[in-house]
């Protein structure tokens, strides 16, 4: 089955060369069967013009989706506790943008990777651990009690959407997936204006706590919640192409981004709501 996702339908074509890998090579004179040595070395499943079975290539499951998801999460977390505790304060500042770049480069290579990398997505999910945990420690310490409220939304959302989709009350259609990610590209492209624009001292009010920014904040966290219908129809449509096992680390991967975006956009709007206390 073809895919109408682009990022899917490479990861297909790599199954698809990953279940071919194994059967007999062309042996010489074109005779079918023959192992790539000739004459073998010993007697052995192709040998003598035997066909070569091909390798058993586990495929990907939900299960799997959800235990490397939950695998990530837990390493996010323990990343983030332990620079919350260990980084000091006259580092924290450094240390979270050197954490964003670095899990900004590593999130870049997984997505446009054609094939997955489970060590990959590990460092990542450490990398980025420790810039959400030290993010939401100076969070905490302006807002007390924010990070719990951040947190607990987050899930909340995401397992509403979950129902959404399974209940088929939103379906990721091609244009609503097109739609969808032009969305996305252009939020992410007003983001990286604003911070260019902020390192000049521009203030464009997005990021303030103004009534403009709550309003952005509301856009981001919405498009941020639709985007998981994307993630599970991408996860369904990668189970009946039969991707490898190895594939549920990518998908848990986006699964991830998206939580944390989710998480990072309401902890800001939920200090721009306390902030007017």
Request: aromatic share 10%.
């Amino acid at each position: 089955m073809k895919s109408s996702n682009p990022v899917l339908a490479r990861l297909g074509q790599a199954a698809e060369r990953e279940r071919a890998t194994g059967y007999a090579q062309p042996g010489p004179y074109g005779q079918p069967g023959y192992p790539q040595q000739y004459p073998p070395q010993q007697p052995y499943p192709g040998a003598y013009g035997q066909p070569v079975a091909p390798p058993a290539v586990t495929p990907m499951t939900i299960d799997d989706v959800v235990v490397k998801t939950v695998l990530m999460l837990a390493l996010l977390g323990a990343a983030g506790a332990a620079a919350w505790v260990l980084v000091p304060d006259s580092l924290a500042g450094v240390a979270w943008i050197g954490a964003a770049v670095v899990g900004l480069v590593l999130g870049l290579i997984i997505s446009f990777s054609r094939i997955a990398n489970p060590a990959l997505v590990v460092a990542y999910s450490i990398v980025e651990g420790v810039f959400v945990g030290l993010v939401s420690k100076a969070f905490e310490s302006a807002y007390n009690g924010i990070v719990l409220q951040a947190v607990a939304a987050s899930f909340g959302v995401f397992f509403l959407m979950a129902i959404i989709y399974k209940a088929r009350i939103i379906r990721a259609t091609p244009k609503f997936a097109r739609i969808m990610m032009a969305i996305i590209a252009g939020l992410f492209g007003v983001m990286l204006v604003n911070l260019v624009l902020s390192l000049f001292g521009v203030n464009t009010h997005l990021r303030d706590g103004s009534p403009l920014a709550i309003g952005f904040s509301l856009v981001c966290i919405v498009v941020a919640s639709l985007s998981f219908v994307l993630n599970f129809a991408q996860i369904e449509e990668g189970v009946r192409m039969g991707l490898p096992q190895r594939y549920a680390w990518t998908a848990a991967f986006g699964i991830v981004v998206g939580l944390v975006w989710l998480y990072l956009e309401i902890l800001r709007l939920l200090s721009y709501l306390q902030g007017d206390d």
